[in-house]
């Protein structure tokens, strides 16, 4: 049996079992004041004291816009009631309805006036003239016979000539709004606070609330004199729509006059075109006035018109949009291609169908010439493709010539070393051998004081000696071409190195009359680099400087300098000798080459130092630059990196 809610009997058993659900929720009620809870089946709940959400609530509003006047005050504090009960209905509703699995909307509507009754809002008595569905239809009338709002202003003494329960009207078209999908609003057309018998309501769809209202109370005279200042709460008045649909209508007509597509909005059955734009007369070629009395068949009869029509408006009603192609065809007899898109359109409050033409005539030629070119494009790529099988083909077979070709030249770069060290090996021993007894012969001569000729004699192991250089420095290049050159490295001093390259060098300057300017500051300490490499480095250096500057200053300078990867040794070589053009700088590191192939006849010279000492610096990750001018001398800079570890040695 219902207890907390009066509803017609169709519908009591829904209402009974909610009214048994939802009192069981509230059987279970813990309150903590110590924690200031207050528990509903596991919720939190507050307790408000009414007065001060109504009668209170108006009175301090009121006193805060009393330089707005009484109205407008009065409607601020309804508007803000409203909004918030409304907020409120929603969000209760969605957690009831999850917690009670409710997905029915008159099973999920049954547990609001269950739930409003238990919470202390008010009882609700639904009339049987109610019709409550899913849609814009929605029609709700019901009282609330003990109502929180218009107790507590009877109970506050308080007469007033507007209905005050403003929170009830919207915390219940906020539940119903969740329950049924569908917007809803509630406007309260009698109350008790103003000496009404009743607290009565009307809820319906905020665009028919005001008819279903007027419709009410036409049948119901009596009631006339005591339905005054009721209110439809937020922006849902006649006049607001109004107001809002005359703006809009105003927007669109402006949009739909500029428009660059043409726009023709065409009646929803008979496919007769109601309104159209000016893009739309000039792609036809026709007034306007004559537009309006086409069917849309007419205009594009080329594509099937009638068919066409029927198919956009079948598409729009159930998909809300509809795109396709077309041919229309222009007064003058002119066909052209149009992009057709159609949707639904309101016009004074009737749906229409709004078609949208863009004539796409020179796109389309121009993606039929694109697909032309395509297909040329296609046929030359094929026959590129076979050409460039052929191509791969002699390519694969010199390929493998160029296979053997390398093979070829392996093993003839095997024979050239192994011929060299062989080479080399037989001539180093004879070689030797006249240094020896050059040297051997010049010793007796003065010992025995014999007259032979010392010039000859040193002449004679002068040029032993130089052979016997160049065929170290031809071997080293060998080494280097067939990749068989090691690094050794070893910790040593950089003093003593120093000291070893001057020694060797001194009696080269001092033949050329040169002097020798050494610039480097002790203590330059230990570096892990081969040894061997850096001295030669540095000494053939020395020996180009020395060797192509006369009564000049040939200088070395020797020093440890922070660069972008670390510490690094650098050792630099400058002279005032004869220079070298700088467009001519690059062939010097070249094998066999000088700067000026006259420079090998005139200073001697085979062109190897400099190709060898890059080498060198390269393996140890070094690098050597060079700077000259004719006439203005050279300047030679070695750059190496302090520390070479063994495994970048074996690299």
Same mark, same amino acid.
């Given at each position: 049996?219902?207890?907390? %809610?009066?509803?017609?009997?169709?519908?009591?058993?829904?209402?009974?079992?909610?009214?048994?659900?939802?009192?069981?929720?509230?059987?279970?009620?813990?309150?903590?004041?110590? @924690?200031?809870?207050?528990?509903?089946?596991?919720?939190?709940?507050?307790?408000?004291?009414?007065?001060?959400?109504?009668?209170?609530?108006?009175?301090?509003?009121?006193?805060?816009?009393?330089?707005?006047?009484?109205?407008?005050?009065?409607?601020?504090?309804?508007?803000?009631?409203?909004?918030?009960?409304?907020?409120?209905?929603?969000?209760?509703?969605?957690?009831?309805?999850?917690?009670?699995?409710?997905?029915?909307?008159?099973?999920?509507?049954?547990?609001?006036?269950?739930?409003?009754?238990?919470?202390?809002?008010?009882?609700?008595?639904?009339?049987?003239?109610?019709?409550?569905?899913?849609?814009?239809?929605?029609?709700?009338?019901?009282?609330?016979?003990?109502?929180?709002? *218009?107790?507590?202003?009877?109970?506050?003494?308080?007469?007033?000539?507007?209905? %005050?329960?403003?929170?009830?009207?919207?915390?219940?078209?906020?539940?119903?709004?969740?329950?049924?999908?569908?917007?809803?609003?509630?406007?309260?057309?009698?109350?008790?606070?103003?000496?009404?018998?009743?607290?009565?309501?009307?809820?319906?769809?905020?665009?028919?609330?005001?008819?279903?209202?007027?419709?009410?109370?036409?049948?119901?005279?009596?009631?006339?004199?005591?339905? !005054?200042?009721?209110?439809?709460?937020?922006?849902?008045?006649? @006049?607001?729509?109004?107001?809002?649909?005359?703006?809009?209508?105003?927007?669109?007509?402006?949009?739909?006059?500029?428009?660059?597509?043409?726009?023709?909005?065409?009646?929803?059955?008979?496919?007769?075109?109601?309104?159209?734009? #000016?893009?739309?007369?000039?792609?036809?070629?026709? *007034?306007?006035?004559?537009?309006?009395?086409?069917?849309?068949?007419?205009?594009?009869?080329?594509?099937?018109?009638?068919?066409?029509?029927?198919?956009?408006?079948?598409?729009?009603?159930?998909?809300?949009?509809?795109?396709?192609?077309?041919?229309? $065809?222009?007064?003058?007899?002119?066909?052209?291609?149009?992009?057709?898109?159609?949707?639904?359109?309101?016009?004074?409050?009737?749906?229409?169908?709004?078609?949208?033409? !863009?004539?796409? !005539?020179?796109?389309?030629?121009?993606?039929?010439?694109?697909? @032309?070119?395509?297909?040329?494009?296609?046929?030359?790529?094929?026959?590129?493709?076979?050409?460039?099988?052929?191509?791969?083909?002699?390519?694969?077979?010199?390929?493998?010539?160029?296979?053997?070709?390398?093979?070829?030249?392996?093993?003839?770069?095997?024979? @050239?070393?192994?011929?060299?060290?062989?080479?080399?090996?037989?001539?180093?021993?004879?070689?030797?051998?006249?240094?020896?007894?050059?040297?051997?012969?010049?010793?007796? *001569?003065?010992?025995?004081?014999?007259?032979?000729?010392?010039?000859?004699?040193?002449?004679?192991?002068?040029?032993?000696?130089?052979?016997?250089?160049?065929?170290?420095?031809?071997?080293?290049?060998?080494?280097?071409?067939?990749?068989?050159?090691?690094?050794?490295?070893?910790?040593?001093?950089?003093?003593?190195?120093?000291?070893?390259?001057?020694?060797?060098?001194?009696?080269?300057?001092?033949?050329?009359?040169?002097?020798?300017?050494?610039?480097?500051?002790?203590?330059?300490?230990?570096?892990?680099?081969?040894?061997?490499?850096?001295?030669?480095?540095?000494?053939?250096?020395?020996?180009?400087?020395?060797?192509?500057?006369?009564?000049?200053?040939?200088?070395?300078?020797?020093?440890?300098?922070?660069?972008?990867?670390?510490?690094?040794?650098?050792?630099?070589?400058?002279?005032?000798?004869?220079?070298?053009?700088?467009?001519?700088?690059?062939?010097?590191?070249?094998?066999?080459?000088?700067?000026?192939?006259?420079? $090998?006849?005139?200073?001697?010279?085979?062109?190897?130092?400099?190709?060898?000492?890059?080498?060198?610096?390269?393996?140890?990750?070094?690098?050597?630059?060079?700077?000259?001018? #004719?006439?203005?001398?050279?300047?030679?800079?070695?750059?190496?990196?302090?520390?070479?570890?063994?495994?970048?040695?074996?690299?």
């Amino acid at each position: 049996m219902l207890k907390t %809610v009066r509803v017609p009997p169709e519908l009591e058993p829904l209402f009974e079992q909610a009214q048994e659900d939802v009192g069981r929720f509230f059987a279970e009620r813990r309150d903590v004041p110590d @924690k200031a809870t207050i528990e509903v089946f596991g919720q939190r709940y507050m307790l408000v004291r009414a007065r001060a959400m109504s009668v209170e609530f108006f009175e301090m509003v009121q006193r805060l816009y009393r330089d707005k006047g009484q109205d407008e005050a009065l409607g601020v504090a309804r508007s803000l009631l409203f909004d918030i009960a409304h907020a409120m209905g929603l969000a209760d509703a969605n957690d009831l309805a999850d917690r009670m699995q409710l997905q029915d909307p008159i099973a999920r509507l049954s547990a609001g006036p269950i739930h409003f009754s238990h919470s202390g809002w008010a009882f609700v008595d639904i009339s049987p003239e109610s019709r409550p569905v899913p849609n814009e239809s929605f029609y709700l009338i019901y009282d609330h016979p003990y109502s929180f709002e *218009s107790d507590s202003w009877i109970d506050a003494g308080k007469r007033t000539d507007f209905p %005050v329960c403003v929170m009830n009207a919207g915390y219940s078209s906020g539940w119903c709004e969740a329950s049924f999908g569908v917007p809803l609003v509630a406007s309260e057309i009698l109350c008790r606070a103003k000496g009404d018998e009743h607290c009565r309501f009307i809820m319906a769809h905020p665009s028919r609330i005001e008819g279903y209202i007027h419709d009410y109370l036409h049948g119901r005279p009596h009631l006339a004199g005591h339905v !005054t200042r009721y209110e439809i709460p937020g922006f849902f008045s006649r @006049k607001q729509q109004e107001d809002e649909l005359r703006s809009r209508e105003e927007q669109y007509r402006g949009i739909f006059e500029a428009g660059t597509n043409a726009l023709l909005i065409l009646d929803d059955h008979t496919g007769v075109v109601v309104e159209a734009n #000016p893009a739309a007369s000039q792609l036809f070629r026709c *007034s306007r006035a004559d537009l309006g009395r086409c069917r849309f068949a007419e205009l594009l009869e080329a594509s099937g018109g009638a068919d066409l029509f029927a198919r956009m408006r079948a598409a729009v009603h159930e998909l809300g949009y509809f795109l396709s192609e077309g041919i229309a $065809t222009a007064r003058d007899g002119e066909t052209f291609v149009v992009e057709l898109r159609g949707a639904r359109f309101r016009l004074q409050n009737r749906d229409h169908l709004l078609a949208v033409l !863009t004539d796409i !005539t020179e796109q389309k030629r121009a993606q039929l010439a694109l697909r @032309k070119a395509h297909d040329e494009l296609e046929q030359r790529v094929r026959e590129r493709t076979a050409e460039l099988e052929r191509l791969n083909q002699q390519l694969h077979l010199l390929n493998g010539q160029l296979v053997s070709a390398r093979d070829s030249a392996i093993d003839a770069s095997k024979a @050239k070393s192994a011929f060299l060290a062989n080479m080399s090996h037989e001539l180093r021993t004879p070689l030797n051998a006249i240094i020896g007894y050059s040297e051997l012969l010049e010793d007796e *001569s003065v010992e025995d004081g014999r007259r032979l000729d010392l010039g000859d004699l040193g002449k004679i192991r002068g040029a032993a000696r130089h052979l016997l250089d160049l065929i170290n420095d031809i071997l080293d290049v060998s080494k280097i071409e067939a990749g068989k050159m090691e690094l050794f490295v070893e910790d040593f001093a950089v003093d003593e190195l120093v000291q070893e390259v001057v020694a060797t060098i001194e009696p080269l300057a001092h033949k050329n009359a040169n002097r020798l300017d050494i610039v480097a500051r002790p203590g330059l300490g230990l570096v892990s680099l081969d040894r061997t490499k850096v001295k030669q480095i540095a000494i053939n250096l020395l020996s180009n400087a020395c060797k192509f500057t006369h009564r000049g200053v040939v200088g070395l300078r020797v020093s440890r300098e922070l660069g972008a990867h670390g510490e690094q040794l650098v050792i630099a070589v400058q002279d005032t000798g004869i220079g070298i053009d700088p467009a001519r700088l690059e062939e010097l590191f070249q094998p066999f080459r000088q700067a000026d192939e006259s420079t $090998t006849r005139k200073y001697g010279g085979t062109g190897l130092g400099l190709s060898i000492s890059r080498h060198y610096a390269e393996m140890m990750h070094g690098r050597i630059e060079a700077r000259s001018s #004719p006439g203005l001398g050279s300047t030679f800079t070695v750059t190496l990196p302090i520390a070479l570890s063994r495994v970048e040695a074996a690299e």
